[in-house]
């Protein structure tokens, strides 16, 4: 599987919880330690700890692991590293605050739709 057939499979496990604004970023030409990132929103902690364990639980069910996880306590910002692609699940004001999109902005968009 390559590494942006992850990254939609990502988004779309993202999307089975109702995250928002899901942006993927192909990151090859702009960064050295992975492909894509995956980016999107939840409106509170609760929400943004279910996008994760749905993701992390399908991520295993396909035999895709996840070799990194950190913020899952807090759940302000969790981030979960699959080795060429990671997912950043944000609360809204924090992803505003720290604008990903905006500081990568040299990396291509990749379609992605619901």
Not at 37 to 64: H, P, T, Y
Request: hydrophobic fraction near 40%; include cysteine.
């Amino acid at each position: 599987m390559t590494s942006r057939q992850i990254a939609l499979k990502i988004a779309g496990f993202a999307s089975d919880k109702k995250a928002e604004d899901i942006v993927i970023l192909d990151m090859k030409d702009v960064a050295n330690f992975c492909d894509c990132f995956v980016i999107c929103s939840g409106n509170n902690d609760r929400q943004v700890r279910a996008i994760a364990d749905n993701i992390l639980d399908e991520m295993k069910k396909k035999g895709l692991p996840i070799s990194y996880k950190t913020g899952l306590k807090s759940a302000d910002w969790i981030v979960l590293d699959a080795g060429d692609v990671v997912c950043h699940i944000f609360q809204k004001q924090l992803r505003e605050f720290y604008n990903l999109e905006h500081l990568w902005q040299e990396a291509e968009q990749i379609p992605y739709t619901d």
